[in-house]
């Protein structure tokens, strides 16, 4: 629960001391939580075996040589408690502390966030987890989040102010005076680079962030792509005159050739950003969890060639693999999947020439599955009328996974196939909460970075649903 306490400073001796004693109770804090109800990571089995302190990768920043932990935490999807109100949910403050203590612990020191994440609460409940440490313990990242103003018939001036408010609050939240790595967010989208234009120089934006760099309240400035790849390369083809220090581009085993919608292939985007030496910071690593918990069969797969490593493990080490990527973010909601990807990357051991021909195999085999691309960003919500659009999409992929979403009644597993879709479609997801509740009004389709049609998706998981339960055979 969002407590805005005065923050309680606490030096390294004291807080190591603390957390020694107490990891213990933090797990117990946090036992409470299923991951097996993360629409973003899914049935991950952790590794067993101590978590590593002390062996954390970490990657230099070229510019100023800061060491930066290639474990990165994305602070989208922090854990949430009923709000005392009765109105939804709150951020839970006490368990993001125990979250964030416990990655400071083990080297994790790069935390990401946005004004739009967790419904605008995780910016302040991330200033207020990391204000109990030493500032110079961690790089902070956000992003100016004004494609959301876009549309919405302000004039430049107004979209300039309004985007100034959001880039001030922003340092009020987060509860410094300064942002190690700031990002022109989800760039490419929307009409692709019209929006661009739009957002950063008609309303000359961009001439701001260049004068906040030089005055140093931003320490590193880049942006985040998603999309229409013009966007990107235009914003390259002023690298001399911008002189990015980092981009933040959608990178893992599937998207790294087989990139969905209107996003581009990861290969090309890195080579691009490679080529004209700008550290990488990837974002998907899991794709929305959907590499977090693969079908049986790839499954099995990965786990002959490393027993002991978690399915995700594969996608982590796969992003981290390339020497250009200065920080690999994961949504890390549970304390399970810290401690998991922290074994991944304390330290990290890149894929060798045969794993990521695997992994390439595993990528070709996935794109033969009907799921949907969706990466649980919630960038869709909230849906006004209702839907909880991110579970209806993870069950579903999740089904498919697991093989539970039988192609024909007449196939020999279709009752129980048939009976696990529609028990755990329920328990999942709140009747009013489902697919047969869009009316395709597609005010979330602009906002979706993997370009879904949503309501076409709603539409066609509906009659999935409506068949099973006409059709007990």
């Not at 991330?126 to 302000?154: E, F, Q, W």
């Not at 931003?218 to 990107?232: C, P, T, W």
């Not at 990837?282 to 794709?287: D, G, I, K, R």
Request: net charge neutral; glycine share 6%.
């Amino acid at each position: 629960m969002q407590k805005m306490n005065k923050p309680k400073y606490i030096d390294r001796r004291s807080f190591l001391k603390r957390l020694g004693i107490g990891a213990a109770a933090t797990t117990t804090v946090l036992a409470g939580c299923d991951s097996k109800n993360n629409p973003v990571t899914g049935d991950l089995t952790a590794a067993r075996g101590e978590v590593p302190v002390g062996k954390m990768t970490y990657r230099a920043n070229p510019k100023s040589g800061e060491k930066v932990s290639l474990l990165g935490y994305g602070c989208m999807r922090w854990p949430t408690v009923p709000n005392p109100a009765g109105d939804g949910e709150v951020i839970d403050q006490e368990a993001v502390n125990s979250l964030v203590d416990y990655a400071l612990a083990h080297g994790i020191n790069y935390f990401d966030t946005a004004p739009p994440y967790c419904r605008g609460l995780s910016e302040k409940a991330t200033g207020t987890a990391l204000k109990r440490h030493p500032r110079d313990s961690y790089y902070i990242a956000t992003k100016m989040s004004n494609h959301r103003l876009v549309g919405k018939g302000l004039s430049p001036k107004e979209l300039y102010d309004a985007s100034i408010e959001m880039y001030r609050n922003s340092f009020r939240d987060l509860q410094t005076d300064y942002i190690d790595y700031y990002l022109m967010h989800i760039v490419g989208m929307g009409e692709g680079l019209p929006t661009l234009m739009e957002r950063f120089f008609d309303n000359n934006l961009m001439d701001f962030l260049l004068k906040e760099r030089e005055a140093g309240r931003i320490r590193n400035l880049g942006f985040s792509y998603h999309g229409d790849v013009r966007a990107f390369d235009y914003l390259l083809s002023r690298h001399d005159e911008f002189h990015w220090d980092f981009v933040q581009i959608q990178l893992n085993y599937v998207d790294y050739r087989h990139a969905s919608g209107i996003n581009y292939n990861a290969d090309y985007l890195y080579s691009e950003l490679d080529k004209r030496n700008i550290p990488v910071v990837v974002m998907e690593p899991l794709l929305g969890g959907r590499l977090a918990g693969l079908s049986d069969y790839l499954n099995t797969r990965l786990k002959q060639r490393r027993p002991d490593d978690s399915i995700a493990s594969w996608a982590f080490r796969f992003a981290g693999s390339f020497p250009r990527v200065l920080t690999v973010l994961s949504g890390m909601t549970y304390m399970e999947h810290l401690q998991d990807n922290i074994r991944t990357f304390a330290p990290l051991v890149p894929c060798t020439a045969d794993e990521l021909a695997l992994l390439e195999d595993t990528a070709q085999i996935m794109l033969k599955y009907e799921s949907v691309p969706c990466t649980a960003c919630q960038y869709c919500m909230p849906c006004p009328y209702g839907l909880d659009i991110p579970a209806i999409f993870a069950h579903y992929n999740k089904c498919i996974n697991e093989g539970n979403v039988p192609a024909s009644s007449q196939s020999e597993d279709y009752r129980r196939a048939r009976r696990a879709f529609l028990i755990g479609y329920d328990r999942g997801v709140p009747r009013l909460r489902q697919a047969n509740h869009c009316v395709g009004c597609k005010k979330c389709v602009p906002h979706c970075p993997q370009s879904i049609d949503i309501p076409a998706q709603m539409e066609r998981i509906d009659n999935f649903v409506e068949q099973l339960k006409q059709n007990p055979a």
